[in-house]
């Protein structure tokens, strides 16, 4: 039996992409299903990396063993010994407590008021040394599924895509690279002539899809969502605030490429444009914003293991219902209604 070709897109959300390692270690499962295309952003990047590095060998397996690698040098636990008790206490809960300590209410403060500039020669970013383990010769390779990440231009404020020969240590930081905690990653730019300065890849393309409308590609992409697109109750709280208003602008480029697609689908429903003169891109989005509305970007910027489990958890459980409700659309409709998302 053929698989059934799929690109997959992945949003970045610091910590919170332990729900995307989930979510790729059950697809991985399905060798029905074969990934053709990856495209990411900041952890959505990373997970990208380690997905690709494995592929790129023919080995889901060995797929599987990167992700887990690398969330377990996150802070995952992954004996399952552990499993009761680290999915005891509600991830409601553990953010709470985080963010209502007194060393997370300095270090929040500390990173509004101070530039991480100011650490001069002692700077150090703490996902090089990660990332300087990848096998860079397999994430760059010709072989498995094509992979593209973006990072933001600090200067002109536009998407930078890297792919393949691009993709560097340097890049994956890059796109990672969030402006009041690290220093702008710098990387010489062919366009240009000159070392251009890069921030998070979230702030133009979370993440972004136009990479894989290319012809070669497949139609479908499923996009793994780890920020609430929604939230029923209105913030109040200056933290609350802040942590929405973090959600919203992460979440703005990807609805800017949804409302595209969902434009681009209604012309050619009509009739108005000829059928492949553009691709009809078929979406598809797996996300739990049940869970992700109990936690913050306290969960975010600070790894508990009992947070990971549970996003691993949830991730895992989210693939396969979206699979068991959705799988038989792969390769002929969209799964989501981008008509209702913007009506």
């Known amino acids: 039996m053929t698989p059934t070709r799929i690109n997959i897109a992945l949003q970045g959300g610091g910590a919170h992409g332990a729900y995307t390692w989930g979510v790729l270690d059950h697809l991985l499962q399905h060798p029905e299903i074969e ?17 690709k590095s494995g592929l790129s060998r ?13 969330w377990e040098r996150m802070g995952a636990i992954t ?22 300590s007194l060393p997370f209410a300095m270090s929040d403060a500390i990173n509004r008021m101070v530039s991480p500039y100011i650490f ?21 390779c010709a072989d498995g599924p094509a992979f593209f990440i973006c990072a933001t231009n600090v200067r002109t404020g536009k998407v930078r ?9 340097k890049a994956i930081l890059a796109s990672a690279c969030l402006p009041t905690l690290f220093q702008a990653v710098e990387i010489d730019d062919p366009k240009t002539g000159r070392a251009e300065a890069y921030w998070d890849g979230g702030y ?20 793994v969502n780890i920020n609430p697109l929604h939230r029923e109750d209105v913030p109040n709280t200056a933290r609350e605030i802040q942590n929405r208003v973090n959600e919203i602008s992460f979440n703005a480029s990807l609805l800017r490429d949804l409302r595209a697609i969902s434009f681009v689908q209604r012309l050619l429903s009509e009739g108005q444009l000829e059928p492949g003169s ?8 797996i996300s739990d914003d049940d869970l992700m509305q109990q936690l913050s970007v306290a969960t975010k910027v600070v790894p508990v293991p009992q947070v990971l489990h549970q996003l691993y958890e949830a991730g895992a459980q989210s693939c396969k219902d979206f699979l068991d409700d ?4 792969l390769g002929r409709e969209s799964s989501a209604d981008l008509v209702a998302m913007f009506s």
């Open 35 to 51: 990934i053709a295309g990856i495209s990411g952003t900041s952890a959505g990047a990373l997970n990208g990396a380690a997905l």
């Open 58 to 70: 023919g080995s889901r397996e060995l797929a599987r063993e990167n992700l887990a690698w690398l």
């Open 79 to 100: 004996d399952d010994r552990f499993s009761a008790w680290l999915g005891a206490v509600s991830p409601h809960a553990i953010s709470h407590m985080i963010e209502r």
């Open 120 to 140: 001069g020669s002692f700077y150090a970013n703490p996902l090089k040394p990660v990332l300087e383990e990848f096998q860079f010769e397999n994430i760059c």
């Open 161 to 169: 895509v890297f792919g393949r020969d691009d993709i560097s240590v």
């Open 204 to 223: 133009t393309g979370n993440p972004a899809l136009f990479p894989l409308y290319d012809r070669s590609l497949p139609d479908d992409v499923v996009i």
């Open 278 to 285: 553009m691709k009809n891109v078929l979406v598809h989005m």
């Open 326 to 329: 959705h799988g038989d659309k």
